[in-house]
Nanobody, 130 residues
Framework: VQLQAFGGGSVQPGGSLRLSCTTSGFTLENYAIGWFRQASGKEREGVACINRNDGINDMLAYYVDSAKGRFTISRDNMKNTTYLQMNSLKPEDTAVYYC????????????????????WGQGTLVTVSS
């Protein structure tokens, strides 16, 4: 199993970045998938999570309050990839961003800050600074 996040970089406040996470070794459509971040010296923070295709809550997404209206999570199961479009970036968004996947539904994943995700991979650094 592999999850690889990329697309990070350095941007000025107000700028945008699109993170991608490619996955392999499992069937993505059966998993909720999301992003968390960890800033230097701080605890992990869930950023966004999107449900698996379960016929009930397909594509239902959850966001941390600070990201609502600015970030959008999406998934392309055919490409085994998830995306995080980040607009209006702020210095406080600076962190290493990681993607994760789990068979559990997105709501439970997102609302438990200490949840032990089944799969997660290497992160990508996002720096927002003027």
């Amino acid at each position: 199993v592999q999850l690889q996040a990329f697309g990070g970089g350095s941007v000025q406040p107000g700028g945008s970045l699109r993170l991608s996470c490619t996955t392999s070794g499992f069937t993505l459509e059966n998993y909720a998938i999301g992003w968390f971040r960890q800033a230097s010296g701080k605890e992990r923070e869930g950023v966004a999570c999107i449900n698996r295709n379960d016929g009930i809550n397909d594509m239902l997404a959850y966001y941390v309050d600070s990201a609502k209206g600015r970030f959008t999570i999406s998934r392309d199961n055919m490409k085994n990839t998830t995306y995080l479009q980040m607009n209006s970036l702020k210095p406080e968004d600076t962190a290493v961003y990681y993607c994760y996947a789990d068979i559990t539904d997105a709501e439970r994943l997102f609302k438990d800050p200490s949840y032990d995700y089944e799969y997660w991979g290497q992160g990508t650094l996002v720096t927002v600074s003027s």
